[in-house]
């Protein structure tokens, strides 16, 4: 056997664990393991450091009274439309309390906003609310423009919209299948995502992909309309109307649905403005506020609509808002293709946009309500600040208030009733 | 006299293999139509690469789920875990002994099949509450919990919508109730509040769309079944599927004239071909219902445990009680 220089053999794993682990222990201010001079402790002994202590309503959620007991529905739950955890304090089947633990999916998508370009932030705001992708992209635009100086040219004013809505269209039709398969009923979600993909495959064929459409750009869109785009648009105008009555006739007059929906989940007006529920959600509470009408951004003044507004404030009623919104959202459309002007799509804009010290705010009505940009310039290329106000994190906040004396089987209910999308919540 | 004895349980012993024998291709085809039946109406395509139009799927999945690992939860208690599926199966299994499926066709043909059969099918939710207990997962205690109110709920107007029936034809055994639908018609014309009731019933007796609450995806993942994997997991699938089976046979055999044509010209025949005749029949009628129990899974959505409840003690019960009352009433006044 060759012998090995004792001075140069390769340190033991386990003794590289070991200097780590003495290093963590000084961190955390605990004794060192082998300060005692004794053998080796291992990782057992190390332990979990405590919890921070709780604040007043997690000791309220967490405390059980004799009969109560918590279920944990996430963050692997079938129906908590993505990763949530719903932590439910439950008396047998009769839910006491409800704490949502958020984060399980958070991508930092601020954060990587600040680092990153003018330009290149449209593309990282596009997963956040990935049903809505379009109106993602709209409000740091219409922020960035104000911020540079710079206005689209009307007919990319003209498309924008165009594709908002068609997105509106979409994500309006999903939750109408997700509220009745978390009911338990399996075929609307199918024929909803019909409809989407003829949507989706519309937009992809505009913008060259077909989820994270990375269609707008500061001062512009990417492509003006081409023959397939208008072909899709064609067909499926044709029959939208046929396609969404058909869903709705199995969801809208059902016994069973109307008897889980109706009185369930009931927000007042004066409830949900407290909370900041924004979008259809606070319309279906009779409360007549839409961006698009109340602080008109891009085209919005130009057309003809009125503000929906439904009075039950419950699940049925927000329900009710979506679809006639829907509707609201076809007869926008067939205006703005009456409308659309000829011309350029895009402004003349720089790669790199330094945009003078400043701040801007941009706001649009997306699906599920106000979504908003704050960004702060310092001069540089990319944003000092960038912020995002997203409607189903606030959408969200009303669930505790709702759920309380009432049963399991109605939580999924009434969060799909409230449309919330986990990664427009977590960011 | 012993030949005689020797004979009978070589008989029941023939019957028995036989009809769990059919129970596992029942719910294969069950399953099969389920997946073929919903796609259509979701305007998917559905399973269409194992055999012809994906006939085999069903049969693979079942297979599949022979190969799989069957794992038990660490704070499960083992004894009762492993029998739960048993338990089920059994269930479904057993009360099969009273379908008739054609004339000379019947395992065990018994003056109080009837009854047997209830009593029978109703064990099923011990094995379900017993799951849902020995599984230490709360959503499964949930969902046996509810299992058990809804199961024991519905009992009792599935039971009472038939005593109709069985007043009118005096008889509780299934081959003579049949053989009174040839003289007087289907009992479908004497009974139509009966079989409303009864065919609700029925559906959540089965825990079937829209009364699925055991196993409601949404809400309790899968129920009772959480925990459970491989085989043990297929047990309970397929007792679920044979339970459908069974309660549309039994709608058949009490309101439609079980193995009976539609048409009083040959409605029974003698004799081997009359046994042919009986059975091809009593499927057709059989898995009529079948596909209209998946037509519903396809439609509807689920309704609330409390309203599920509410409908079987308020609204199903007090109707069945009434439907009773006057069956009874008719029967002395025109002494039929």
Not at chain 2, 102 to 110: E, T
Not at chain 2, 161 to 188: K, R, Y
Not at chain 2, 227 to 254: N, Q
Request: aromatic share 10%.
């Amino acid at each position: 056997m060759t012998g090995i220089d004792p001075e140069t053999r390769i340190p033991d794993p386990i003794e590289l664990d070991r200097a780590e682990e003495e290093r963590l222990r000084a961190v955390a201010g605990l004794t060192p393991v082998r300060a005692s001079g004794g053998e080796y402790a291992g990782f057992e002994q190390v332990g979990i450091p405590d919890r921070p202590p709780q604040t007043e309503r997690e000791r309220e959620v967490y405390t059980l009274d004799e009969g109560e007991m918590l279920v944990n529905m996430g963050p692997q739950h079938p129906s908590t439309h993505g990763v949530m955890r719903l932590v439910v304090k439950v008396r047998g089947e009769i839910i006491v309390d409800i704490d949502p633990v958020l984060g399980y999916l958070h991508r930092g998508i601020e954060k990587l906003c600040e680092n990153a370009t003018y330009t290149t932030v449209l593309t990282y705001v596009d997963p956040m609310d990935y049903l809505s992708t379009m109106h993602n992209e709209h409000a740091p635009a219409i922020a960035f423009e104000k911020l540079y100086g710079v206005k689209a040219p009307p007919r990319a004013e003209y498309i924008r919209a165009l594709v908002v809505e068609l997105n509106r269209i979409f994500s309006h039709g999903l939750m109408m299948g997700f509220l009745a398969l978390d009911m338990g009923g399996i075929t609307p979600i199918l024929y909803a995502f019909i409809n989407r993909d003829e949507i989706v495959d519309m937009l992809s064929a505009i913008s060259g992909q077909r989820m994270l459409f990375n269609f707008f750009r500061v001062g512009g869109v990417n492509f003006d309309t081409n023959d397939e785009f208008l072909s899709r648009l064609g067909t499926w105008r044709g029959n939208v109307m046929k396609n969404i009555e058909m869903n709705e006739r199995m969801i809208t007059e059902n016994e069973i649905f109307r008897a889980r929906t109706i009185d369930m989940g009931t927000l007042t007006g004066q409830q949900a403005i407290s909370l900041g529920v924004t979008g259809p959600n606070l319309r279906a509470c009779g409360v007549p506020f839409d961006v698009r009408k109340a602080k008109p951004y891009s085209i919005y003044h130009e057309l003809e609509f009125d503000v929906i507004t439904q009075q039950g404030g419950d699940s049925y009623a927000r329900y009710l808002q979506r679809i006639a919104e829907i509707k609201q959202s076809i007869h926008l459309i067939d205006q703005i293709i009456d409308k659309m002007p000829h011309g350029s799509v895009q402004a003349q804009v720089p790669g790199i946009i330094r945009p003078r010290p400043g701040r801007a705010y941009g706001a649009v009505e997306s699906p599920r309500g106000l979504y908003s940009v704050y960004s702060i310039s310092d001069g540089g290329p990319n944003p000092y600040r960038f912020r995002m106000r997203d409607p189903s994190f606030i959408s969200l906040q009303a669930l505790p208030k709702l759920m309380p004396g009432r049963l399991v089987a109605d939580t999924m209910a009434v969060m799909a009733s409230l449309d919330p999308v986990m990664g427009g919540v977590d960011k | 006299m012993d030949l005689e004895l020797l004979l009978g349980v070589g008989r029941f012993l023939l019957a028995t293999t036989l009809l769990l024998l059919l129970t596992v291709p029942t719910a294969f085809i069950i399953i099969q139509i389920e997946l073929k039946v919903i796609a259509s109406m979701n305007l998917r395509l559905g399973p269409n690469r194992i055999g012809p139009s994906g006939m085999f799927q069903s049969t693979i999945h079942g297979f599949k789920v022979l190969a799989k690992e069957d794992t038990v939860p660490d704070q499960a208690d083992r004894g009762t875990f492993t029998l739960a599926p048993w338990m089920v199966y059994m269930a479904a299994a057993m009360s099969m002994l009273v379908i008739p499926f054609a004339p000379g066709a019947i395992a065990a043909d018994f003056n109080i099949g009837i009854v047997y059969f209830f009593a029978v099918l109703g064990l099923s939710v011990v094995g379900l509450l017993v799951a849902g207990w020995a599984s230490y997962n709360k959503y499964s205690l949930l969902g046996g919990l509810r299992a058990a109110a809804q199961m024991v709920s519905y009992e009792i107007p599935l039971t009472l919508s038939i005593v109709g029936a069985v007043v009118l034809a005096g008889t509780l055994n299934f081959s003579e109730l049949i053989i009174w639908q040839l003289d007087h018609g289907w009992l479908l014309m004497w009974q139509p509040v009966g079989l409303g009731i009864f065919y609700v019933s029925s559906l959540a007796e089965v825990n079937r769309t829209p009364f699925d609450m055991v196993e409601a995806d949404s809400e309790l993942v899968a129920g009772p079944f959480t925990e459970y994997s491989g085989m043990r997991f297929g047990f309970f699938f397929f007792a679920e599927y044979v339970a459908l089976f069974i309660m549309s046979g039994i709608l058949v055999s009490l309101f439609f004239g079980g193995w009976l044509a539609p048409w009083p010209f040959p409605a029974q025949l003698e004799g081997f071909g009359g046994t042919l005749y009986g059975i091809f029949w009593f499927f057709l009628k059989t898995y009529i219902f079948v596909f209209i129990a998946v037509w519903l899974r396809a439609t509807l959505p689920r309704v609330r445990v409390d309203q599920l409840m509410s409908m079987a003690w308020k609204v199903l019960l007090p109707l069945a009680l009434v439907n009773l009352f006057v069956t009874a009433i008719a029967v002395v006044v025109f002494d039929l």
